[in-house]
């Protein structure tokens, strides 16, 4: 079982900057690939990015890629997502999820995650 928390969502002005974490409970946290979404009001959950376990290997949506960041701290149990150049597209509840087992190759669909947290808000005014 793996529990997901994340934190560092909130308001901040179009061209700013955030960065959101997401700390796991468990041991094995370094063999388990990692994964953000967000969900905007009346729309799908959508992908953001991933870290292949071990962290070697990272992907992300092309309407984030250069401007969102993802990344992880093996030993702390977290993952990170900085976030620059916001744009007012990018208001979501932000998730960070995990798949069921170790050693899972990352993935860009959220069926493939069977762990995921309570979500972060966040909103970037025009």
């Known amino acids: 079982q793996v529990q997901l928390v994340e934190s560092g969502g909130g308001l901040v002005q179009a061209g700013g900057s955030l960065r959101l974490a997401c700390a796991a409970s468990g041991r094995a946290f370094s063999s388990y690939t990692m994964g953000w979404f967000r969900q905007a009001p009346g729309k799908e959950r959508e992908f953001v990015a991933f870290?292949?376990?071990?962290?070697?290997?990272?992907y992300y949506a092309d309407s984030v890629k250069g401007r969102f960041t993802i990344s992880r701290d093996n030993a702390k149990n977290t993952v990170y997502l900085q976030m620059n150049t916001l744009k007012p597209e990018d208001t979501a509840v932000y998730y960070c999820a995990a798949p069921g087992k170790q050693y899972a190759s990352g993935s860009y669909s959220a069926q493939e995650y069977a762990y995921w947290g309570q979500g972060t808000q966040v909103t970037v005014s025009s």
């Open positions: 870290s292949n376990w071990g962290g070697g290997r990272t």
